[in-house]
């Protein structure tokens, strides 16, 4: 079984020594991430671009 690209960003960022991940204040973001990737890899999710055209204000 293949692992998630989380699990593989978890193991990147622990810290061997304390057990903990380095990167504490910014794993969340960085998993929401790697599992955003995941779904759209899996085609679960796809994204939508939205367009939007700026007009001028002038009468």
Do not use: W, Y
């Not at 989380?6 to 991430?33: C, N, Q, T, W």
């Amino acid at each position: 079984m293949e692992m998630l690209l989380a699990e593989d960003l978890m193991l990147l960022l622990m810290d061997d020594e304390k057990g903990r991940l380095a990167a504490a204040a910014h794993a969340r973001p960085l998993f929401g991430g790697a599992l955003l990737v995941e779904l759209a890899q899996a085609a679960v999710v796809t994204a939508v671009v939205a367009s939007t055209a700026a007009t001028s204000g002038g009468s």
